[in-house]
């Protein structure tokens, strides 16, 4: 009987004090399991520290370990889903490379698989995060799922296995800034959810800031809901109605204490004001909209590569193993 692949994708970004940990926390794993062959696919980001130095090393030491390096930084969304088409496993794994999300529940994860789940997903059930920022991402969440045509998934963030099935699929996507998560949900088999504390970031340093949240959230808003676009025009009714109506009050007021009312500037002013935020607001809402078109126009590729390492087949042509890798014991070197 053919061994299953299973291929574990992680991306990073000035990641120097964390991919040796994480590679030796994943090869535990498999070593427990001792019934696959495995890839590691590291895809750096064009990091300014020693990253690719350290995955150079493991390259050299386990020919198991598969590096992509980018020609730039193409950001933390289009990166890991080129390097999640590159896979060639049985099922692939994505697992960021910054020790927060536990590579130990990868294990439970594939044994889910074999029991034939075609995705399995990690879902954040805790966080050591700061409690505001837990809080607010869980709101965030419940918005989506409300405001959503289809059922997503509370407190996911992509970690998860995708059976060589699922990932199929999210090539046919063809979009050239993927909302990961929303594909999962969009793609709908049936799933299973392995709830985890997801730790502080022990070493290095955090690359979001608030743009990349924003950007996070505005493109699940606009990947996944029409929402937005349905409550300007709502709104720009009821402010028709609201207008027309307090027009109408004005009048008969004014004709019946036509001495005595007088309307001020400070109405006219703050109403201005209110009518013209608004605006802007619902202009704002749209051109998220028009930009996501933009982009989908522009057909841009996820990521182009400068190198990759220890790759059997040519970017874009993913092919089946030509070698076994049985881990009973120590891995494979070269």
């Known amino acids: 009987m053919k061994m299953k692949t299973i291929s574990v994708v992680s991306p990073c970004y000035n990641e120097e004090s964390n991919v040796e940990e994480l590679y030796q926390r994943v090869l535990a794993v498999m070593r427990r399991l001792g019934r696959y062959r495995y890839e590691m696919i590291f895809i750096d980001n064009c990091s300014t520290d020693g990253t690719v130095t350290v995955l150079r090393r493991l390259a050299a030491r386990d020919h198991n370990v598969k590096v992509i390096e980018n020609t730039r930084n193409f950001g933390h969304i289009r990166s890991p889903i080129h390097a999640f088409t590159q896979a060639c496993g049985d099922a692939v794994i994505i697992l ?60 996911f963030i992509g970690f998860g296995l995708y059976d060589r099935k699922v990932v199929e699929i999210v090539k046919r996507f063809d979009d050239p800034y993927p909302y990961f998560r929303g594909m999962i949900a969009e793609i709908g088999l ?80 703050i109403g201005m004001f209110f009518f013209a935020s608004i605006q802007l607001f619902f202009v704002g809402i749209l051109g998220e909209y028009i930009g996501s078109i933009h982009t989908l126009v522009q057909r841009r590729p996820l990521a182009l590569e400068k190198e990759r390492i220890n790759f059997e087949y040519p970017p874009g042509a993913p092919a089946p193993f030509e070698r076994e890798a049985v881990l009973a014991g120590e891995p494979s070197f070269r």
């Open 190 to 269: 049936p799933h299973k959810e392995l709830r985890y504390n997801q730790a502080r970031r022990k070493k290095g340093k955090t690359k979001n800031n608030f743009y990349t949240y924003y950007d996070n959230a505005m493109l699940g808003l606009t990947s996944l809901s029409k929402v937005p676009l349905r409550l300007a025009t709502f709104f720009g009714i009821v402010c028709s109605a609201l207008s027309l109506l307090t027009a109408v009050f004005y009048l008969a007021y004014k004709l019946l204490f036509w001495q005595r009312f007088t309307l001020g500037v400070a109405p006219v002013a």
């Open 96 to 155: 960021l490379s910054d020790l927060q999300d536990p590579p130990e529940l990868l294990e439970d994860m594939i044994l889910e698989w074999e029991r034939g789940t075609p995705i399995v997903i990690g879902v954040k059930a805790t966080s050591d995060e700061s409690r505001l920022m837990f809080w607010i991402r869980k709101k965030y969440y419940q918005m989506i799922r409300r405001m959503a045509e289809i059922e997503t998934y509370d407190n």
